[in-house]
């Protein structure tokens, strides 16, 4: 049981159609997930994302490359794979007609759930997911936050021990996407199964994930933890002073780690490396100024994902 939830060499794909030459969509994805993490694929729209997902989902297959689901060969053992995972997207679309239970219910049966035993798992996942003042309500008179929380009901009905969420949250309230990485959060701990998340959401991947793969036209060209994603691009924390005075700009440029210095009248902005021991040095600096406050921003996955799609 020791197995990778995921693991794919040289994966590549591409879209054909009679009216133009192919569009490559991925090129050489090679990447390994480990069980129990919550691995981030991140990435502007038309990254690459989704068909990754896909693939991983065994929704589709690349033309190129070798891939394995829990041990199990994807393209041999899809059937057996898809006992294993399962998989909620951005937009859910369920029978419109059917409620909350009924759509449950229905799920369940595809996987094979019947008698006492479905009954069981429904009542379960509408506990777990607060459905229960809306299990009578039909789909389509559902909220996007309340249609986003039946479709991650539906995607735990198997147990999966790898379960894929793409785009999670797209479209929804900031607060109800909140919940939302909560309930995401909330799963995998208590589940103990391993996750794969695409988004384009900065803060979403910082908050969930263990690693992220960051994907631009089709191509990983970075994969890491959020924190060494930082340290590996040079990005110091974000050191501005406001002060009265006057302070050499010249001397800060010299001090040791300082990776840039932008300055006006009263107030100077640094980037500096946090390895260095050096905001005792910048603070002695400004000894013939009055110092009026110091503000200090570590760099996050949005100076990561910035400097990535450059």
């Known amino acids: 049981m020791g197995e990778k939830p995921v693991e794919a060499q040289g994966i590549c ?6 009216f133009r030459a192919a569009t490559t969509v991925l090129k050489d994805i090679s990447l390994e997930v480990e069980a129990g993490e919550i691995f981030g694929l991140l990435g502007p729209n038309g990254s690459g994302k989704t068909t990754l997902i896909s693939i991983f989902s065994t929704l589709i297959y690349p033309e ?12 041999r053992d899809r059937n057996e794979i898809r006992k294993l995972i399962n998989i909620s997207t951005a937009k859910p679309n369920f029978p419109w007609s059917l409620t909350v239970k009924e759509n449950l219910r229905h799920y369940g049966m595809l996987y094979g759930l019947y008698g006492p035993a479905l009954s069981q798992t429904v009542r379960d996942q509408i506990d777990a997911f607060e459905l229960g003042d809306f299990q009578a309500m039909k789909f389509e008179d559902l909220s996007t936050g309340l249609k986003q929380r039946l479709s ?3 995607a735990m009905l198997n147990q999966p021990r790898l379960l894929f969420l793409d ?3 797209t479209g929804l309230d900031p607060d109800i996407s909140m ?8 799963i995998h701990e208590e589940e103990n199964i391993s996750v794969v998340l695409s988004t384009h959401y900065m803060p979403e991947a910082e908050m969930l994930c263990d690693r992220i793969a960051f994907l631009r036209k089709g191509k990983i060209v970075a994969l890491n933890t959020p924190q060494n994603l930082k340290n590996q691009l040079g990005l110091g924390e974000k050191v501005t002073v406001l002060y009265e005075g006057s302070v050499s700009i010249a001397e800060l ?6 990776i840039s210095v932008s300055s006006v009248p009263g107030r100077v902005e640094m980037i500096i490396d946090r390895s260095m021991e050096n905001l005792d040095i910048i603070v002695k600096l400004f000894a013939k100024a009055r110092i009026l406050d110091i503000i200090i921003k570590e760099p996050d996955l949005e100076d990561v994902f910035i400097e990535l799609a450059r």
């Open 253 to 258: 440029e010299r001090v040791p780690g300082v």
């Open 13 to 18: 794909k591409s879209y054909r159609s009679f």
């Open 167 to 169: 785009e999670p949250t």
């Open 64 to 75: 190129i490359g070798r891939l394995h689901i829990l041990g199990l060969d994807a393209h």
């Open 179 to 186: 919940k939302t990485r909560l309930l995401i959060q909330r």
């Open 152 to 154: 991650l009901a539906k």
